[in-house]
């Protein structure tokens, strides 16, 4: 049996103590191969954030959308979310990495302006945190 999107061996399924072990190992596992593939989805992340006004309606990009969701769908699926905080949220350096910081009167300090590039968590780790732009 295998982790179809990553082609990983699934643990055996028993109550035997060799079994949380293994669970464990196919929880790093995971972790690992996605770390290992972080740059393909920020990449397509850059893609969409650049993408041209006049390409929002093309059915050609409109299907590279689709396709991004679909990596989503099985990245939750896996118990692996995305951390992408919205702009004016608080800083929280549990989730997040301040790659930049600005000076601004419109907000008030530890204050994210912008996202750089999401993160990644499991239900018990942060595999990457979300590298933001703050206010000072």
């Known amino acids: 049996d295998f982790c179809f999107f990553l082609m990983i061996p699934r643990p055996p399924r028993?109550?035997?103590?060799?079994?949380?072990?293994?669970?464990e190992v196919y929880k790093r596992q995971k972790e690992n191969a996605l770390f290992e593939i972080?740059?393909?989805?920020?990449?397509?992340?850059?893609?969409?954030?650049h993408q041209p006004q006049e390409l929002e309606d093309?059915?050609?990009?409109?299907g590279i959308s689709?396709?991004?969701?679909?990596i989503n769908q099985k990245l939750n699926e896996l118990g692996i979310e995305r951390i992408i905080p919205r702009?004016?949220?608080v800083f929280d350096p549990r989730f997040h990495e301040a790659l930049?910081?600005?000076?601004?009167?419109?907000?008030?300090?530890?204050?994210?302006?912008?996202?750089?590039?999401?993160?990644?968590k499991t239900d018990k780790r942060v595999i990457r945190p979300a590298q933001v732009k703050v206010s000072k």
Do not use: C, M
Request: net charge negative.
């Open 66 to 70: 689709h396709i991004a969701e679909q």
């Open 38 to 49: 972080l740059p393909v989805l920020d990449n397509l992340y850059f893609a969409f954030k």
């Open 87 to 89: 702009q004016n949220e």
């Open 58 to 62: 093309n059915n050609w990009v409109q």
């Open 14 to 23: 028993s109550t035997h103590s060799r079994s949380s072990a293994a669970s």
């Open 100 to 120: 930049a910081t600005e000076k601004t009167k419109e907000a008030k300090p530890d204050i994210i302006l912008e996202l750089i590039k999401p993160g990644y």
